[in-house]
């Protein structure tokens, strides 16, 4: 019979723009919250992080913001490249101390040339 | 560093065989993770270690699946018997308590087919 799929949200991004990813996320006790990256036939790669006492941080040509009222996650990167045409995914840790990663379900990205 | 590194990357087998998969973490890395990745149920993880000591096999789907970790280099997860449900993507993954916290590091993955 026919299997019924994860329906992986897409976002295609014209080369040089800036993109957003959204992710919502499970636990409103959740400490701690990873961006990773999933090239096609590739293991996910660690982007960023950020803990719950902070609601922005950023890296090399990534921002990851957090709004915990909402129980929301996002993240942009500016003046994206083809190389970040990937899936990216949302985890989140209920304790800090916790090696536990439970993630998001992930986001298509397609940077057109 | 070679990184994490997994073999099989390929496995395809028929219903009914054990199928071993094998992970060697990074070195000096103290924990190491199995997951699971699936169109149906995403990224899973199935059990985790700690200085060779399993810490949370919450995960793992029934008794047909085993894990162990006889020395900091070396695990294997086992599937005895495969079923076609068990067709999936599996990846270890490692990271270090002296670390970026919860950095985990991906292996490539084994691509299992169960016919």
């Known amino acids: 019979g026919e299997s019924v799929g994860l329906h992986l949200p897409t976002l295609s991004v014209q080369e040089g723009d800036n993109s957003i990813i959204n992710c919502a996320y499970s636990?409103?006790?959740?400490?701690?919250f990873i961006w990773y990256k999933q090239e096609s036939g590739k293991g996910p790669q660690f982007i960023i992080d950020i803990r719950s006492n902070m609601d922005k941080r950023q890296g090399q040509r990534v921002t990851v913001l957090l709004n915990k009222t909402v129980k929301h996650l996002s993240l942009q990167i500016a003046a994206t490249q083809p190389g970040d045409s990937a899936v990216y995914f949302c985890a989140e840790i209920l304790n800090f101390g916790n090696e536990k990663l439970t993630f998001g379900t992930g986001t298509r990205l397609t940077i057109i040339p | 560093d070679a990184g994490v590194i997994q073999s099989p990357r390929h496995e395809v087998t028929e219903m009914g065989q054990e199928v071993t998969l094998r992970c060697k973490p990074i070195?000096?890395?103290?924990?190491l993770f199995w997951y699971r990745q699936t169109m149906m149920r995403g990224l899973e993880l199935l059990i985790y270690f700690n200085n060779n000591v399993p810490i949370d096999d919450s995960g793992m789907p029934e008794d047909r699946f085993s894990a162990k970790m006889p020395n900091a280099s070396f695990s294997t997860l086992k599937i005895q018997p495969s079923e076609p449900r068990d067709s999936a993507v599996y990846f270890c993954?490692?990271?270090?308590?002296?670390?970026?916290?919860?950095?985990?590091?991906f292996g490539p993955g084994t691509r299992l087919t169960v016919l």
């Open positions: 070195s000096g890395h103290d924990y």
């Open positions: 636990n409103s006790a959740s400490d701690y």
């Open positions: 993954a490692s990271s270090s308590s002296s670390g970026r916290r919860n950095e985990q590091f």
